[in-house]
Nanobody, 125 residues
Framework: QVQLVESGGGLVQAGGSLRLSCAAS????????MAWFRQAPGKEREFVAA????????YYAESVKGRFAISRDNAKNTVYLQMNSLKPEDTAVYYC??????????????????WGQGTQVTVSS
């Protein structure tokens, strides 16, 4: 069982930065790839970024490539999402996600086994 708790959301002006954190429970965190998804009002939840279990591989949605960076600290059981050059269209609830089993990278909702509760990010123009 994996429990995920996000933090770091808030209100920021366009062009600003935020860093989201996701603290995970469980002794096998280092065996799980991790991901971030987001859901804007009235839209489907969409993939944002993912990172492999060792942190050596990262994956991004085209809409955030070059602006967002995912990283992890396995000693702290934490995954991060650094968001720079934020745009109003980045406004959404951001969810931390883990696959249903170890050693599987998750970039689509159907592979997610565990979700965090979400944290709101609002970017004003």
């Amino acid at each position: 069982q994996v429990q995920l708790v996000e933090s770091g959301g808030g209100l920021v002006q366009a062009g600003g930065s935020l860093r989201l954190s996701c603290a995970a429970s469980g002794r096998t965190f280092s065996s799980y790839a991790m991901a971030w998804f987001r859901q804007a009002p009235g839209k489907e939840r969409e993939f944002v970024a993912a990172i492999s279990w060792g942190g050596g591989s990262t994956y991004y949605a085209e809409s955030v490539k070059g602006r967002f960076a995912i990283s992890r600290d396995n000693a702290k059981n934490t995954v991060y999402l650094q968001m720079n050059s934020l745009k109003p269209e980045d406004t959404a609830v951001y969810y931390c996600a883990a696959p249903g089993r170890t050693l599987v990278v998750v970039t689509t909702k159907d592979r997610v086994g565990y979700w965090g509760q979400g944290t709101q990010v609002t970017v004003s123009s």
